[in-house]
Nanobody, 123 residues
């Protein structure tokens, strides 16, 4: 079993930055595909970014050039650096972990999910 705990959300003005963190438990963290998803009120959960066990990354078109995902296997941490935030980035952000390789942008790839952290961007 893997437990994921997100932190770092909050309220920020448009154009600002936030860094989300995700702390994972478990002994095989370094082998997991890790991802960030988000869900805005009244909308479906959507992929934001993903990072493979060897560091290959995926980004949704809406965040390319603004967001950056990284991982620290020694600390069992995944980060999402969010810059130039926009009001449309407002959502609950979820960290996810996948045991097996698959599409980083598909929620069905992931086996474990965190509880989420709220990000609110004011205009």
């Amino acid at each position: 079993q893997v437990q994921l705990v997100e932190s770092g959300g909050g309220l920020v003005q448009a154009g600002g930055s936030l860094r989300l963190s995700c702390k994972a438990s478990g002994d095989t963290f370094s082998s997991y595909l890790m991802g960030w998803f988000r869900q805005a009120p009244g909308k479906q959960r959507e992929p934001v970014a993903g990072i493979s066990h060897v560091g290959n990354t995926y980004y949704a078109d809406s965040v390319k050039g603004r967001f950056s995902i990284s991982r620290d296997n020694a600390k069992k941490m995944v980060y999402l650096q969010m810059n130039i935030l926009k009001p449309e980035d407002t959502a609950v952000y979820y960290c996810a972990a996948a045991r097996s390789r698959g599409s980083a942008s598909s929620s069905t790839t992931y086996d474990y999910w965190g509880q989420g952290t709220q990000v609110t961007v004011s205009s």
